[in-house]
């Protein structure tokens, strides 16, 4: 029963931070234009943080926690998720030439950001103070983010002509798109299951009242999402309703809700994730790091694997590429040296880093990010045999966690 509890919650935990993702970076969104804040401003800066936000809650809640290996796991492992798993699609499926100027600092600022992370973890403890080295880099790639976003805001009438009839288009396949009939009663259906476990959950086991609430507010929010609004869209409320029509057509009270509920479910998600995530390895006589780098890394990536599966069933593999690597620069340069400073304000001196990271998950992280960005700069492309390589890695990396975690190596 208790296997059924911790995969029940986890999965609960993934699903709540990918979604109220979503809402967080639409409300987020939404302040920074009513703030008058520029687009190409809003677009370099607000979103590019707000998406890897789910990465650094969940890190920094378990670096609260005193959970390091799970902290280090986390932020590690989702960067070599992405590029190992995520990026190696990309390249498999639908390699592509690339224009060096867009890429050459961004590449070289992913593998060089490793590194000296790498180097400043290597003693066993990064130190708060050092830490802030890796900031560095971060504030380059933004100041990059910004000029390249305000260039392009000086174009060509023609230019401006085409880019507007495009995403004409898109906004035309975009209607024709809507969920169909199939679609929206799976998600309900999804919705109650989900529902029904969390129940099922509350009623066989004991918890403490914060976790009771945490948990009440998370199947709200699951069900709000997957069935009230999918059984609202199908018998038409909105059109049918003028008081629902009014309250969903007000954009102060739509947006400031999905704020709330965005940052709430971010963080019972990532409570949830980290909490029964350590549970999970307890119950398979894990170390900690091993859920970190597997389930948790990857289900923090998975809003990602999709914009990737769109994006290659599209043919639009450059903007997935570019997303991808801008993301893990974010997350190495970001998450640790916060999660550092936590440790050092909880009298650790810094973050504790393990063996399996120094010997596996950093020179693993570092290979394979070399593999993906550096080949690229001399050949003009993302190449298939890249990707070939980059997901050969990571699944001998994911092997050798297997292995690490049974004892036979770093035991």
Not at 170 to 182: F, I, R, T, V
Request: charged share 15%; net charge negative; with cysteine.
């Amino acid at each position: 029963m208790e296997y059924f509890l911790c995969i029940s919650l986890l999965v609960i935990g993934i699903i709540l931070i990918i979604k109220c993702g979503d809402y967080f970076v639409d409300a987020a969104i939404w302040i920074a234009e009513i703030s008058h804040i520029p687009h190409f401003i809003i677009g370099a800066t607000v979103v590019s943080f707000c998406t890897t936000l789910p990465e650094l809650i969940v890190s920094c809640v378990a670096a609260s926690n005193g959970q390091a290996e799970m902290a280090v796991g986390n932020a590690i492992g989702s960067v070599t998720a992405n590029t190992g798993l995520i990026l190696a699609l990309t390249m498999m499926f639908t390699p592509f030439a690339i224009d060096i100027k867009d890429y050459i600092l961004r590449n070289l600022l992913l593998t060089g950001s490793v590194l000296l992370l790498f180097l400043l973890c290597i003693t066993g403890t990064l130190n708060p103070y050092l830490a802030l080295l890796v900031f560095i880099p971060l504030i380059v790639f933004m100041w990059d983010n910004l000029a390249k976003a305000k260039k392009q805001m000086v174009k060509p009438a023609g230019d401006m002509e085409k880019e507007h009839n495009e995403a004409l288009d898109n906004a035309q396949e975009e209607e024709e798109g809507e969920p169909s009939l199939l679609s929206r009663i799976i998600k309900i259906v999804a919705g109650v299951v989900i529902t029904a476990v969390g129940i099922t959950v509350l009623a066989l086991f004991e918890f403490t009242t914060l976790y009771v609430v945490q948990i009440i507010v998370a199947l709200i929010i699951v069900a709000a999402w997957l069935a009230v609004f999918e059984l609202g869209a199908i018998f038409k409320v909105k059109d049918k309703s003028k008081a629902v029509k009014k309250v969903f057509d007000n954009e102060v009270v739509v947006n400031v809700t999905k704020l709330i509920a965005g940052i709430a479910g971010i963080v019972i998600g990532s409570n949830l994730l980290v909490d029964y995530g350590s549970m999970f390895a307890s119950l398979l006589h894990v170390p900690e790091i091993i859920i970190a780098v597997t389930i948790v890394a990857i289900g923090t990536s998975l809003p990602e694997l999709i914009t990737t599966i769109n994006a290659i069933i599209k043919k639009n593999s450059s903007l997935s590429a570019g997303n991808i690597v801008g993301a893990n620069i974010i997350d190495i340069c970001l998450i640790l040296p916060i999660c550092a400073i936590i440790g050092a304000a909880n009298g650790l001196g810094g973050l504790l880093v393990t063996k399996q990271s120094l010997y596996l998950d950093f020179p693993f992280c570092l290979a394979i990010a070399a593999v993906a960005t550096i080949p690229p700069l001399f050949t003009k492309k993302f190449a298939r045999w890249q990707g070939v390589a980059c997901l050969g890695m990571y699944v001998i990396y994911l092997v050798l966690c297997v292995l690490m975690g049974q004892g036979i190596i770093f035991s």
